[in-house]
């Protein structure tokens, strides 16, 4: 019987977000076969409330950026028609029309790649260090984010210099599209592995 006031413990119950395994572009910056797992979790522990709140919430900022991803996508998609829409008709309309196309576009995607930075910055500078300290077991899966935040901080500039593309000609809304593509993917990929490996850590180490 639990404590008066205190919320009883129960199995694990915080479901990582599963790679669907779709990819929008042909190149592979992450070598996915290679990532390493941590240890399994004890089947006989318990989690309280409180702990599983810290996995989850991985997961709920996770989700905003996957659902931040989903509106750059739709936006990039927006200026591709909005390209060939005034290619054809070469009307002055259409023509400002894509400017403030490609305007909202570069100021979002400027605003998201920012925002993923920053939270890769927090986790390397917080969670993920003190994860390492808190079971030396974690120190392969650690050590593998951290090397993927490298790289996705290259696919980000890609991103940036596919917007400064955009801005010389509607020639570069293809480069951007690219660029973008390859970050969903590679994006993707690593939130899914991530959750995958430290949600159950974090209900049982704390997030710091």
């Given at each position: 019987m639990s404590e008066p006031g205190r919320t009883a413990a129960g199995a694990f119950a915080v479901v990582p977000t599963p790679d669907d395994g779709v990819r929008r572009s042909d190149r592979r910056v992450l070598d996915e076969s290679t990532r390493p797992s941590g240890p399994p979790a004890d089947p006989g522990r318990a989690y309280t409330p409180a702990e599983q709140a810290e996995g989850r919430h991985l997961v709920d900022v996770h989700d905003h950026l996957r659902a931040e991803l989903l509106q750059v996508q739709a936006l990039v998609a927006q200026v591709v028609v909005g390209t060939l829409d005034a290619g054809a008709a070469r009307s002055a309309v259409n023509a400002m029309t894509l400017r403030q196309n490609n305007w909202t576009l570069g100021t979002y995607c400027q605003s998201y790649c920012r925002v993923v930075t920053l939270h890769h910055t927090?986790?390397?500078?917080?969670?993920?260090?003190?994860?390492?300290?808190?079971?030396?077991?974690?120190?392969?899966?650690?050590?593998?984010?951290?090397?993927?935040?490298l790289v996705i901080h290259e696919v980000l500039e890609g991103v940036d210099q596919a917007l400064v593309a955009l801005v010389t000609g509607p020639d570069g809304i293809a480069a951007l599209q690219g660029a973008v593509d390859l970050l969903s993917d590679t994006l993707l990929s690593h939130l899914s592995y991530e959750e995958r490996e430290l949600v159950e850590p974090l209900a049982r180490l704390g997030m710091y």
């Amino acid at each position: 019987m639990s404590e008066p006031g205190r919320t009883a413990a129960g199995a694990f119950a915080v479901v990582p977000t599963p790679d669907d395994g779709v990819r929008r572009s042909d190149r592979r910056v992450l070598d996915e076969s290679t990532r390493p797992s941590g240890p399994p979790a004890d089947p006989g522990r318990a989690y309280t409330p409180a702990e599983q709140a810290e996995g989850r919430h991985l997961v709920d900022v996770h989700d905003h950026l996957r659902a931040e991803l989903l509106q750059v996508q739709a936006l990039v998609a927006q200026v591709v028609v909005g390209t060939l829409d005034a290619g054809a008709a070469r009307s002055a309309v259409n023509a400002m029309t894509l400017r403030q196309n490609n305007w909202t576009l570069g100021t979002y995607c400027q605003s998201y790649c920012r925002v993923v930075t920053l939270h890769h910055t927090l986790e390397d500078q917080a969670m993920l260090p003190h994860l390492r300290r808190a079971d030396p077991r974690l120190r392969p899966v650690v050590d593998r984010l951290q090397q993927e935040h490298l790289v996705i901080h290259e696919v980000l500039e890609g991103v940036d210099q596919a917007l400064v593309a955009l801005v010389t000609g509607p020639d570069g809304i293809a480069a951007l599209q690219g660029a973008v593509d390859l970050l969903s993917d590679t994006l993707l990929s690593h939130l899914s592995y991530e959750e995958r490996e430290l949600v159950e850590p974090l209900a049982r180490l704390g997030m710091y």
